[in-house]
């Protein structure tokens, strides 16, 4: 099972700056990765997935990067709606799985 | 408008049954591979199964395989999980949600307690 470890747990920030999520993976996942937005009650909703691709309606401040082993979400200038629990996930092997969340809140 | 729409949560007791139906609208339905996820009380997103468009294909994590069974009606618009031999750790909001890659479709979730 591939292990997916994002950091930090807890990331405080400003309105208006920028945040910088990180995710690793225990081996390769190429390119198949994905980050998920989930607010308080809400079911997650999709970002970004192949590591750099926005879905759908996703505002352009957030980016992603990454290949292989080392990824990385990107909001680059917080609004209150940011406000949230994001997630990565590899779909590169079976089982799926997914990091275990960082939480950005408000400084 | 897309939708998913999960039914079917509820308390059980350990040991007990339960089937979850996830009905889908708005899009090509059995186009689309399928997946259950579900969510620990205060906890992260753990992905549970995942079935394919003509339910040839299906995989599970670990931790459900042979006490869970994904299942699908196309003409149906529907994705169920049968799930069997519950047990207090299987306690958790269940999504469903379209895709086996970037999941881009989610329900609303449904919530299945198991407790004596």
């Known amino acids: 099972e591939i292990v997916m470890t994002q950091s930090p747990a807890t990331l405080s920030v400003s309105p208006g700056e920028r945040a910088t999520l990180s995710c690793r993976a225990s081996?390769?996942?190429?390119?198949?990765l994905a980050w998920y937005q989930q607010k308080p009650g809400q079911a997650p909703r999709l970002l970004i997935w192949g590591a750099s691709t926005r879905a759908t309606g996703v505002p352009a401040r957030f980016s992603g990067s990454g290949s292989g082993t080392e990824f990385t979400l990107t909001i680059s200038s917080l609004q209150s709606e940011d406000f949230a629990v994001y997630y990565c996930h590899q779909y590169n092997n079976w089982p799926r799985t997914f990091g275990q969340g960082t939480k950005v809140e408000i400084k | 408008e897309v939708q998913l729409v999960e039914s079917g949560g509820g308390l059980v007791q350990p040991g007990g049954s339960l089937r979850l139906s996830c009905a889908a609208s708005?899009?090509?339905?059995?186009?689309?591979?399928m997946s259950w996820v579900r969510q620990a009380p205060g906890k992260g997103l753990e992905w549970v199964a995942t079935?394919?468009?003509?339910?040839?294909?299906?995989f599970y994590v670990e931790s459900v395989r042979g006490r869970f069974t994904i299942s699908r009606d196309n003409a149906k618009n529907s994705l169920y999980l049968q799930m069997n031999s519950l047990r207090v750790d299987d306690t958790a909001v269940y999504y469903c949600?379209?895709?086996?890659?970037?999941?881009?479709?989610w329900g609303q979730g449904t919530m299945v307690p198991v407790s004596s």
């Open positions: 708005g899009f090509s339905f059995s186009s689309s591979w």
């Open positions: 079935i394919k468009q003509d339910g040839s294909e299906i």
């Open positions: 949600a379209r895709g086996h890659h970037g999941l881009d479709i």
């Open positions: 081996q390769s996942v190429n390119s198949n």
